[in-house]
Structures are given as C-alpha cells and as structure tokens.
C-alpha cells in the first residue's frame, strides 16, 4: 500500500493543480498547447492523495478553469452543457482507479498487473460517462444511436488514451527516481547508524 505524509500529499496536489491549470483548455496537443491532464491529474490524485476531498476540489477547480476559458480565454463553450455534470462520475471513476490501485500498490514488478488493470477500467467508465454523456444528453448531437457512439468513440478515445499514457507516464518515472532516491538514502542511513 501507497502512503505518503501529509507534507508529500500537499506537494503532489499543487503539482497536479499546476499541471491542470497549464493544460486544461485543450483536449489534444497541438504545437502551441499540451494536451488535457485532467484524466491523469483524476487518476494520480485517486493514488497519491489519501482524502476524498481532492476529488470534489478538482472537480472544481477544473470547472472553475474551464468558465474562466470560455467567459474570458476565448475558447469555445461547445462543451458547457447539462452533459458537463457527466464529468462527475467520469472523473470520480479515475480518481477511484487510482485509489483502488494505491491499495494494492508494491515497489516491484508484480504491481503491473494491479496498475494496467486499474487504468483500463477508469479510462473505460471515465470515456463512457464523458464521452457517452455529451453525447446522448448535450444537445449537440441532433439525432443519436449506439453505432454513431461507437464511432465516435473509436475516433476519439485513443487520443485521450494516448495523452493519459503520457502525463502517467512522466508520473511513473518520477515516481520511481523518488522511491529509488528514498531507497538509497535510507540506506546510507541504516548503514551510517
């Protein structure tokens, strides 16, 4: 199991604040623009941080963005419909992936399993919610079936896949340098002692 003082919580979640403040207002990478963390963000708060507070206070702090980049950014508000609060439960399957995994998390390689198991299950119901629920209940889409979903979620749920991969992917390695670096320096402490 993951645990983390206080003092390590509080710095991971500014580092996962930062990260969604600086790339929320696009979905995909561009030259100019990093793509959205927000998945990932969800995801690694579920891990890292033990309180269940972070959840509502990203779910938050995202909206919170996302009107400040449609009232005064000048990004398009095609996606604040009823179909927003469908980012509740997408978000909330993310955060408790991670959650469910930072349970069963080991510094070794038998912690593979538990990791890819939880990421594929929170992107699968996180894309369901998100994706589904603009879909079907936005408005936007004048006439809906399952099989246009589908193709719209074979379109585009790779890219979210892909982005996830990355933001989760610098997570990983950090992670590992810092459990590493810990490894060594209790050891010269042991050592020392």
């Known amino acids: 199991m993951l645990t983390l003082s206080t ?9 996962l604040a930062s990260l969604m403040m600086l790339t929320r207002s696009h979905h995909f990478a561009t030259l100019y623009n990093l793509a959205d963390a927000s998945w990932a963000v969800f995801f690694l708060a579920g891990i890292y941080l033990r309180s269940a507070w972070p959840l509502l206070g990203f779910f938050a702090f995202g909206w919170g963005l996302d009107v400040a980049a449609t009232t005064w950014g000048g990004v ?5 419909t009823p179909a927003y609060f469908f980012l509740l439960p997408a978000y909330a399957s993310l955060w408790l992936a991670g959650r469910w995994y930072a349970k069963r998390h080991q510094f070794a390689w038998n912690t593979v399993l538990p990791l890819s198991a939880s990421i594929v299950t929170g992107l699968m119901l996180c894309e369901l919610f998100s994706g589904g629920g603009f879909y079907f209940f936005s408005g936007r889409i004048a006439e809906t079936s399952f099989a246009e979903f589908g193709t719209q979620l074979i379109k585009y749920f790779p890219l979210y896949i892909e982005t996830f991969v990355f933001y989760a992917g610098i997570a990983a390695v950090i992670h590992v340098l810092f459990t590493v670096i810990a490894q060594q320096l209790n050891s010269r402490n042991t050592s020392a002692g």
């Not at 398009?76 to 604040?80: G, K, R």
């Open 76 to 80: 398009s508000d095609f996606c604040m």
């Open 7 to 15: 003092r390590h919580q509080i710095a991971i979640g500014l580092l």
